[in-house]
């Protein structure tokens, strides 16, 4: 039986090892973290607005906390949240999201980096940092996230995520830069499946597919026994028409070199898409490996769930949090202050009662000064 979130967050976040000497510890570390949660929920942007959060509703807050010493100083609250180890904080946060939720079986799980923009800092040299999150598009919520080296990329940080994550009976989706032999054998013996997105970058993975493919649209499809689904959707003054052919014959997998390679590979699909407005249209073609067998609707569905993790995490991010526009960028501040979101994030996505959008649920939590850290989450979504 999953435990009530505020309930999880304290097991949990308790295990984060406090890095302040004795000294300087006027503050309990997981108040700290728990002002900090609270202040995010109704929109607080950095340590500064935490501050102002806390001192306004302090008589509320005394109510779960002890706060002995008060509410901390701004300086506190970044100071603790750029020495705190990041990688731990983010383990805490992975064992509090499974705490708090079951993710059933078939769950399609999107993998996806985004650049924290306002973290640079040229006067040091330091580049933005990037984050690579899981989010389980069914359940609306981000399963884990981890940084990306500064001198390395996606590919590298994607299957130490991935290890992380429990995704045993999922269905992982990433784009091109991640389909990589490594990362397709690092989710099957995951026990998950995937669908990757082959692109120009993945050679002659790419070339073959497109040829094989290719070679029977030219014919129309007339002598190809492929799956086949086709789905249109009207609104907003335009036209989508999304079309799939899938298999799983031998005969094609066979005609890919290096097919060996691709642990659990069982399907390869093509996925083209036209999109009319005021008369005028736009085609392009996407190509996909999967370790599903060929299933044309099903693989339609997975591809379009994957874009999940750019409208209801990234966008959100950046619309409703201000992420980009952030200039938290000291230590391992940016990192913190990333999983804090993700934390608020996750809550605020499965409150119910609160009508609109996360920013107006954000004004809603200000103005009510309840926190949403109160709620249980729903815990079984149907697939």
């Not at 590298?156 to 995520?161: E, G, M, Q, V």
Request: charged fraction near 25%; include cysteine; aromatic fraction near 8%.
């Amino acid at each position: 039986m999953p435990k009530k979130p505020l309930e999880a967050i304290e097991e949990h976040f308790s295990k984060v090892s406090d890095p302040r000497k004795d000294r300087t510890k006027d503050h309990k570390l997981i108040e700290i973290i728990a002002i900090a949660i609270c202040a995010i929920i109704c929109g607080a942007e950095g340590w500064t607005d935490m501050e102002i959060f806390g001192n306004s509703k302090v008589v509320w807050l005394k109510t779960f906390l002890e706060l002995p010493n008060g509410i901390p100083s701004h300086d506190t609250f970044g100071r603790v949240f750029g020495m705190i180890d990041a990688q731990q904080f983010q383990l805490a946060f992975w064992e509090w999201v499974w705490a708090v939720n079951n993710i059933v079986q078939g769950q399609i799980v999107n993998i996806d980096g985004k650049c924290l923009r306002g973290s640079d800092d040229q006067k040091l040299g330091k580049r933005a940092i990037y984050m690579v999150s899981a989010w389980a598009a069914e359940n609306e919520i981000v399963l884990g996230q981890r940084k990306v080296d500064e001198k390395s990329n996606e590919i590298t940080a994607i299957p130490k995520l991935l290890k992380l994550l429990n995704l045993s009976g999922c269905i992982v989706t990433i784009d091109a830069m991640g389909t990589q032999t490594a990362i397709a054998k690092t989710i099957r013996e995951a026990d998950a499946d995937y669908v990757l997105s082959v692109k120009e970058n993945q050679g002659h993975l790419f070339e073959d597919i497109s040829v094989l493919f290719g070679v029977d649209r030219e014919q129309n499809f007339k002598y190809a026994s492929l799956d086949y689904k086709k789905i249109v959707n009207k609104g907003h003054g335009r036209i989508e028409v999304r079309e799939c052919w899938s298999t799983s014959n031998p005969e094609y997998l066979n005609l890919i070199r290096g097919v060996q390679n691709w642990a659990g590979i069982r399907s390869i699909a093509m996925i083209v898409c036209t999109r009319i407005i005021a008369g005028k249209e736009t085609q392009y073609v996407r190509y996909y490996i999967s370790s599903l067998v060929s299933d044309a609707e099903r693989i339609l569905q997975i591809v379009r769930k994957h874009w999940a993790i750019e409208n209801e995490l990234h966008w959100v991010l950046d619309v409703a949090m201000n992420e980009d526009r952030s200039r938290v960028r000291k230590d391992q501040s940016p990192e913190n202050l990333a999983v804090l979101r993700h934390i608020a994030l996750n809550l605020l996505k499965q409150e119910k009662t609160a009508k609109g959008g996360i920013h107006a649920k954000q004004f809603q939590a200000a103005l009510k000064a309840v926190s949403y850290t109160h709620l249980t989450l729903p815990t079984n979504r149907e697939v």
